[in-house]
């Protein structure tokens, strides 16, 4: 039987405000609830983003995450024009740290393998193959393919849960490592690329067994080794944001900042009677003391009331499949006696908790409980609520955050701020925005399961992908839902991009030509042009319904491509009925659509916001993130001169069929757009050069044009195919033809089929003696006068 929902309280719609009417799906009531913010003019949004744990790069699937909110932000304060205050965390106090610290140290020292290198990696196979879970006893170098044939079955079915992921992935790296060993037992590596190779293959099982071995040599004077470690990773992640054209936070906290915060924020709590130190110097939340001062726990997900998994509570606790927050996770090691021994002391196995005694080799801060350092919840409640007070309006992160991270941190927050008069008995947060997962081959893509992209090597020349394709593919995909990466949505997403690119191509071509021929243009204002305006304010409303219903973005790019498709309806259609060149169009209509148009896609953060008029996408400086001018502004004089120069030279020849160099002068023309300007990313598109209409001038990626070229140089080559084998098929219909007209009507039934005919040559019967009946014969007969014409018609051509 399902928990509870716990009762959720609409935040006051207070008379007379004005707000746009925005449902959003919140986690909190699992449906779409009227968005109202804390501020009383209506104006401010508060926001906090559980932001990323740095530790290595990020992958698609956090691009998922922070694209996601980056779209709703945008259309927050870009369309519904929102004062949005964004804040996200960086979680920077790093346990892996350490690990990489020892390996790399290690690395420097050991230039060479000899039998000390050996042996260490020998004992760092035997200490992973003892902290990877499910894997039997006595498992070593030399019998591990024997004892690990059990395990076959990992590689043979094609669908495994993320926990038999995540144990394939490490039986793969104990297979590389052991498979090394045994080489290295036979021939030690000498050269750089068989020792950097050597290094590689154990550098898994190496970093875990020196972290955990050499933890105890870690001291005060080493902290730099974790905040090195997470400034150089925190950096690293900034610039994949800055590629996915993410805005900025408005304000980034990170855990190591706000200790002093945090550690007030649990004596808070203390205070309040909702937690409890233990010996040792770990202080938990009191699960029970909550709820029975009438709170509900959990609230986002209320099945989970008794489970016990919300105590994945720092650093070397939390779970390692949960990429988009929690730290990376340590083997216990020789902890694990200290860890059970505090479990033990907790009066509830749900109790969480919010400060945690640090171990060796650990980052730890002074406390009134003893060195220590926050908890997994705590950091993000203590930080949001430093910067944003008792009342948030969104608290977003992805779904697997949901609970224990969000439930706890639900908790531990309103038990703080219950006392507090700023509080007034609301809820801490109003919407919770869960971003779904981002899976491939069926599995969330993560860090743990083996299974990702990382952004640096999607985004790059061979990765496959833009910044604006996957935008795309994401908006597609919607924010909520799980989101498959495959093909198919890549495919949609460049059919969509496609479609805008030439529009905007297209409608840059007519402003440039518009504003030479100023003087002769004409704005008719007809039926045509009011059914245009109608589809522009269509789409507006229809954009508007769409964003206000929980941002629906794959509504939103659909009613963009529409719109597109009704103006390129309606400038073909004028452009085949008229005969006045100029006129048979309204540029102000098209522009306006191209206008908002261009509104939209930056609202969305397809393109950057650009001056003048020039519609289209323009890609930031990956380092600097500014956006250069276009530089088809500054060619488009030189390259009108050359076209007009081309077009007079085209129309000369073509009124003079009969002069010598017409030929010559019509394949040069046809050179210059074919051959020489398309490599520039310059495409002159011909139109009716009887009433002098001149080319249309457009800019391109020049390998579009290229690609584009070759395909029309394939169809025109299929089309003469084409047309020669209808030719030949012709020609041998018409030999056929031919040949059985040269047959007399009185001869073309005398076969052995019959055996008797009459005068004019029509059988009377068979050839087994029946005679023909009527019907056959007057079949025959229709048959013999047509001959009769075909044969009467040859030997008249023949006589002629």
Not at 257 to 273: A, H, L, Q, T, Y
Not at 616 to 621: E, F, H, S
Not at 653 to 674: E, F, G, K, M, Q
Not at 733 to 746: D, G, L
């Amino acid at each position: 039987m399902s928990a509870r929902r716990p009762a959720w309280s609409q935040p006051d719609a207070r008379p007379g405000l004005s707000i746009p009417p925005i449902f959003i799906y919140n986690s909190l009531t699992r449906s779409k609830t009227p968005f109202v913010p804390v501020d009383p003019s209506g104006k401010r949004v508060v926001w906090y983003c559980c932001g990323p744990t740095v530790y290595d790069a990020a992958h698609l699937g956090h691009a998922r995450n922070y694209v996601a909110n980056d779209v709703i932000r945008r259309i927050l304060q870009d369309y519904f024009n929102y004062d949005v205050v964004f804040v996200q965390n960086v979680t920077d106090i790093i346990d892996r740290a350490r690990q990489r610290y020892f390996f790399g140290e290690y690395r420097s020292q050991h230039l060479s393998i000899d039998d000390q290198v050996f042996k260490t990696s020998h004992e760092a196979v035997a200490y992973y193959i003892k902290e990877t879970a499910g894997l039997p006893d006595g498992l070593d170098v030399r019998n591990f393919t024997e004892l690990t044939l059990p395990f076959a079955f990992l590689y043979e079915r094609s669908l495994l849960s993320d926990e038999e992921i995540i144990l394939k992935n490490r039986l793969s790296v104990l297979s590389r490592a052991t498979s090394m060993l045994d080489d290295m037992s036979r021939v030690v590596p000498t050269t750089d690329d068989d020792i950097e190779n050597f290094y590689a293959t154990l550098e898994p099982v190496l970093s875990e067994f020196l972290g955990s071995t050499l933890k105890e040599t870690i001291t005060e004077d080493m902290s730099h080794i974790f905040s090195d470690f997470a400034q150089y990773w925190e950096l690293d992640f900034n610039g994949d944001l800055r590629r996915l054209n993410c805005l900025t936070p408005t304000i980034t906290t990170r855990v190591s900042e706000f200790i002093p915060e945090n550690i007030s924020f649990v004596r808070g709590i203390m205070d309040n009677g909702f937690a409890y130190p233990i010996p040792g110097g770990t202080v938990y939340f009191d699960v029970e003391a909550f709820r029975s001062a009438g709170h509900c726990y959990p609230k986002l997900e209320p099945d989970n009331g008794n489970r016990a998994d919300g105590n994945a509570s720092s650093a070397s606790e939390s779970p390692a499949s949960t990429e988009s927050g929690p730290h990376a996770t340590l083997p216990p090691g020789d902890d694990s006696d200290e860890i059970l021994r505090e479990k033990r002391l907790k009066k509830n196995q749900q109790d969480f908790a919010l400060w945690k005694k640090s171990r060796a080799g650990e980052p730890s801060w002074d406390s009134p409980w003893g060195k220590g350092r926050p908890g997994w919840h705590i950091e993000c409640s203590a930080m949001c609520s430093h910067v944003l007070g008792s009342k948030v309006d969104i608290h977003s992160g992805g779904i697997d955050l949901a609970f224990p991270h969000h439930d706890n941190e639900l908790a531990q927050s309103e038990a703080y701020w219950s006392s507090r008069d700023e509080y007034g008995g609301q809820q801490w947060v109003n919407y919770f925005i869960h971003i779904g997962h981002l899976s491939i081959s069926g599995s969330k893509m993560s860090k743990s399961l083996k299974n990702f992209i990382s952004i640096r090597d999607a985004l790059s020349n061979t990765g496959g992908w833009t910044a604006r394709s996957f935008r795309i593919v994401c908006m597609f995909g919607g924010w909520k839902a799980g989101m498959e990466l495959s093909a198919g949505a890549k495919q949609k997403a460049i059919i969509w991009e496609t479609t805008v690119t030439n529009f905007f191509a297209h409608i840059n071509a007519l402003v440039a030509e518009g504003n030479v021929l100023a003087s002769i243009i004409r704005e008719p204002f007809r039926e045509e042009e009011r059914w245009l305006h109608d589809q522009l304010a269509k789409a507006q409303k229809s954009m508007y319904d769409a964003l206000c219903d929980s941002f629906n973005t794959a509504l939103a790019l659909e009613i963009l491509a529409e719109l597109i498709k009704s103006t390129n309806t309606y400038l073909m259609e004028h452009k085949k009925t008229s005969a006045t060149p100029n006129a048979y169009f309204s540029l102000n209509a098209v522009r306006e659509v191209a206008k908002w148009v261009m509104r939209i896609v930056n609202v969305f953060g397809l393109a950057a916001p650009s001056d003048g008029e020039h519609f289209g996408w323009t890609v930031p400086n990956a380092s600097s993130g500014e956006y250069p001018r276009s530089s088809a502004d500054a060619a488009m004089p030189y390259v009108q001169v050359l076209s007009k120069f081309r077009d007079r030279l085209k129309m000369l020849a073509i009124a003079n069929p009969d002069s010598a160099i017409s030929a010559d002068l019509l394949a040069l023309s046809d050179s210059v757009r074919d051959e020489q300007l398309i490599p520039l990313g310059v495409s002159l598109e011909d139109r009716n050069t009887t009433i002098g209409e001149p080319a249309l001038i457009k800019f391109a990626d020049p390998e579009d044009l290229l690609s584009a070229r070759e395909e029309k140089k394939r169809q025109v080559a299929e089309r003469e195919v084409h047309k020669l084998a209808i030719k030949l098929e012709r020609e041998a219909a018409e030999r056929e033809r031919i040949e059985k007209a040269k047959v007399a009507p009185t001869t073309m039934f005398r076969t052995d089929e019959f055996i008797e005919w009459d005068d004019d040559g029509i059988p009377l019967r068979s050839q087994d003696g029946a005679e023909i009946t009527k019907s056959k014969r007057k079949t025959l007969r229709k048959a013999w006068e047509r001959q009769k014409l075909m044969h009467e018609a040859w030997l008249s051509q023949n006589d002629a």
